[in-house]
Nanobody, 128 residues
Framework: QVSLVASGGGLVQAGGSLRLSCAAS????????MGWFRQAPGKEREFVAA????????YYSDSLKGRFTVSRVNAKNTVYLQMNSLKPEDTAVYFC?????????????????????WGQGTQVTVSL
């Protein structure tokens, strides 16, 4: 049974940092590219970052590049999202997602529809 459990969200002041984790189980983690998305109230779910199955390739939303860093530890079946210099507009529920990537070490999909599995999300709230 596939499971993606995101954690690490919370309330933080503007300028602060958080590290989100997403623990995967039920599939061969190293065969999957991973992504992070976020959804603010009343808005569409948007792409944040993606990382290839071996971690050698990453891709970020242009608006977040430089503040957020995605990484993974395949031995721990976990993907991370380090978020620095947080702003109130970063407030959202953050979701991790997984997609099969058997043949490529550079696959970093950005589209929601490309992903096979989704976690339940973790709330991040940034206050002034």
């Amino acid at each position: 049974q596939v499971s993606l459990v995101a954690s690490g969200g919370g309330l933080v002041q503007a300028g602060g940092s958080l590290r989100l984790s997403c623990a995967a189980s039920g599939f061969t983690f190293s065969n999957y590219a991973m992504g992070w998305f976020r959804q603010a109230p009343g808005k569409e779910r948007e792409f944040v970052a993606a990382i290839s199955r071996d971690g050698s390739s990453t891709y970020y939303s242009d608006s977040l590049k430089g503040r957020f860093t995605v990484s993974r530890v395949n031995a721990k079946n976990t993907v991370y999202l380090q978020m620095n210099s947080l702003k109130p507009e970063d407030t959202a529920v953050y979701f991790c997602a997984a997609v099969t990537s058997l043949w490529s070490n550079s696959y970093t999909p950005r589209g929601k529809s490309e992903y096979d599995y989704w976690g339940q999300g973790t709330q991040v709230t940034v206050s002034l």
